[in-house]
């Protein structure tokens, strides 16, 4: 890469400003803006039901915003490892069927994928009998399987003890170095984000106002 490259600010993945979420007749968050570029590590912060959920939903595209924009580069690749398993525990899905869920992929991609968080020697297990630790991992190893641009993780230590979300921290940070990706993580744990985060939002949870927003930089 040229010096000039490097000098230059790099395009945004993803770019929102000023986007607001309503619903069932309040907003759930308003105001918010949000930018991550590859390599960087961005954290949205807030606590229980703050928005973080539905913010990073409205910056992926997932859902419609209210108010405000979002950018998204062309042809972005999202790994997605959302809050809660959308698939209930109770059914027989096993570790390698997991991985199957967003597209077939070859068996030694696999490998590679279960090989970079640390499962190569998990086997084909239920996933109901992972510890929650290694469920958190197996869900990254989804999310990576796609070789994503973005990687937007949803509290992806909850349920793990502290030496095991220390592991997770430093392999998710690997990860966004080796890959180059963009990082959007979503977390109570403010100390953290100032810590290890190139940039973090913070959701705030108040009643928000009914009214139009008069920002500084409107006419
Ligand atoms: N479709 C919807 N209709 C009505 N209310 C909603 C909808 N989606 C989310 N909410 C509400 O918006 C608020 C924020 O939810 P969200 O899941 O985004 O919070 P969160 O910050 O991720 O919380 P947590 O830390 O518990 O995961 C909650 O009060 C939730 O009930
Ligand atoms: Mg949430």
Redesign the pocket.
Known sequence: MSADSQASSPVPLVRAGGIGVR??GRW?FREVDLEVVRGNLVFLI??????????AKAALGLIDIDEGYVDRSPSLCVGYVP?RLAVSPTLPLSVRRLMQLTGRFPASEIDSALNSVGLERLGDPPVVNLSGGELQRLLLASALIRKPDLLVLD?PDQGVDVAGSDVLHSLIDAIRISTDCGVLW?S?DLELAMKAGDDFVV?VPHEHEDRPLSRPDAV
């Open positions: 619903r069932a759930i807030g606590a229980n039901g703050a928005g973080k959920t539905t913010c809050q509290e979503i109570h959701l």
